[in-house]
């Protein structure tokens, strides 16, 4: 079993609509839950951070975990073209500092116009 | 700030040759590592440095050594390269998330 999972997708949603990635873990001493964006050819950028059960908003991005479930997810409102990219979920025990973080191999997004 | 920085870009070497790859960083981060990203296989760790004077091994460490010259900058290098080390090769900082360095490209023949 892979340590952290997520769908590769692709992941196909209208313009305007809502896009739902979803993560699954498997080491339940996880703390930090980190969202990542890569566009094609470039480096992944850290768009989502989350350490507590709940919700957490930044802007139309919203970071869901469920910590009993081993579940961490990204909601993408409004969904744009731009938005277009591969999403990497990624997963660590420590809180700050030095972290040793495992990575999903991603899920594609395409937003069609 | 600059963020992280990597050099070169891009590199072509044949098998049997060595290159240093090069990275600094600007945010006073103390922890910094290395990462190779190959198709399918998502990113792996190679080599991270949780503090100044500290290296350690990740997931994929064979084939590479790394320096921590000092708070700044991580090196990576490979002694003798091989084709199976042709990949996308990142470097990151950390205070209580990861930052990427833009990558290099590096294409073993």
């Known amino acids: 079993q892979k340590e952290v999972e997520q769908n590769s997708g692709p992941l196909s949603v209208p313009e305007g609509a809502i896009a739902s990635l979803n993560c699954t873990y498997s080491?339940?001493?996880?703390?930090?839950f980190f969202w990542y964006r890569q566009y094609s050819g470039k480096s992944p950028e850290l768009i989502m951070s989350?350490?507590?059960?709940g919700d957490k908003e930044d802007g139309r991005f919203t970071a869901q975990l469920n910590k009993a479930s081993q579940y961490v997810s990204l909601l993408i409102r409004d969904s744009q073209p731009s938005d277009s990219a591969t999403y990497l979920c990624?997963?660590?025990?420590?809180?700050?500092?030095?972290?040793?973080?495992?990575f999903g191999t991603g899920t594609r997004l395409l937003v069609s116009p | 700030n600059a963020g992280v920085t990597q050099t070169p870009k891009f590199q072509v070497l044949k098998t049997g040759q060595s290159m240093t790859l090069q990275c600094a960083q600007d945010m006073n981060h103390n922890s910094m590592y290395w990462y190779r990203q190959d198709p399918g296989m998502g990113l792996r760790l190679i080599y991270y440095?949780?503090?100044?004077?500290?290296?350690d091994k990740g997931e994929v460490p064979n084939g590479y050594n790394v320096s921590r010259l000092n708070k700044r900058e991580f090196s990576l290098r490979l002694e003798s390269a091989a084709p199976s080390q042709t990949s996308v090769y990142f470097c990151?900082?950390?205070?209580?998330?990861?930052?990427f360095g833009p990558g290099t490209r590096l294409l073993v023949l």
């Open positions: 990624a997963v660590t025990s420590m809180n700050t500092g030095f972290q040793k973080l495992v």
């Open positions: 080491d339940r001493v996880s703390q930090s």
């Open positions: 989350i350490y507590s059960n």
């Open positions: 440095s949780a503090s100044e004077g500290t290296t």
């Open positions: 990151a900082s950390s205070d209580r998330g990861q930052y």
